[in-house]
């Protein structure tokens, strides 16, 4: 089992659409969930992180952490085709490794 | 404030050359590490540094060396180039320090290389 796994898409919403990202984990001594997004031949960049569970927002954007079921969340709300880029779930136990998804592809439509 | 430097954007090598990947960063970060992304296997930690003098291996360092002398660069030495070393290299820092907490990292743009 791999300790992170991510959807890469690609998916394709319209503009204005509720955008639902998701990863699931495996290793239970994660404390850190980070959201990065990477947009085409640039290099990533954090988008907002989470200490262990709960949700946390910043404008349209929504990270859900449910430790439980080992599953992280990033909603975008009233997606704009600015939107449109690589979204990385990463993870970290505190310590100097982060490890990340494989990315998922959104493509916004105007 | 230039953040974190990476030269060349793009190099093509033949089996068996060597070459360096450069990395700067100019935040007086401690922490600097490289990664490699491929397609469907996300980014992968190759070497990383907690400080000048310091470094170890990430998760998959075979075929490269890195070196830390200086604060603000960290090199990627690939020694004996192959095929499966065709990827994006991204370099990152954080600050590091005693307590990581999330070691927020910011990412230079990347250098392609492909090898043939």
């Known amino acids: 089992q791999k300790e992170v796994e991510q959807d890469p898409g690609p998916l394709s919403v319209p503009e204005g659409a509720i955008v639902s990202l998701n990863c699931t984990y495996s290793?239970?001594?994660?404390?850190?969930f980070m959201w990065y997004r990477q947009y085409s031949r640039k290099g990533p960049e954090l988008l907002m992180y989470?200490?262990?569970?709960g949700n946390k927002e910043d404008g349209r954007f929504t990270a859900q952490v449910d430790k439980s079921s080992k599953y992280i969340s990033l909603f975008i709300r009233d997606s704009q085709p600015s939107d449109s880029a690589t979204y990385l779930c990463?993870?970290?136990?505190?310590?100097?490794?982060?490890?990340f998804g494989a990315g998922t592809r959104l493509f916004v439509k105007a | 404030n230039a953040g974190v430097t990476q030269t060349p954007k793009f190099q093509v090598l033949k089996t068996g050359q060597s070459m360096t990947l450069q990395c700067a960063q100019d935040m007086n970060h401690e922490y600097m590490s490289w990664y490699r992304q491929d397609p469907g296997m996300g980014l992968r930690l190759i070497h990383y540094s907690v400080g000048a003098g310091i470094t170890d291996q990430g998760e998959v360092p075979n075929g490269y060396n890195v070196s830390r002398s200086t604060t603000e660069d960290f090199p990627l030495r690939l020694l004996s180039a192959a095929p499966s070393q065709t990827s994006v290299y991204f370099c990152?820092?954080?600050?590091?320090?005693?307590?990581?907490?999330?070691?927020?990292?910011?990412f230079g743009a990347g250098s392609r290389l492909t090898v043939l």
């Open positions: 990152a820092s954080s600050p590091g320090g005693a307590s990581s907490g999330a070691n927020v990292l910011t």
């Open positions: 290793n239970s001594a994660f404390q850190y």
């Open positions: 990463a993870f970290n136990t505190g310590g100097f490794k982060t490890i």
């Open positions: 989470t200490y262990s569970s």
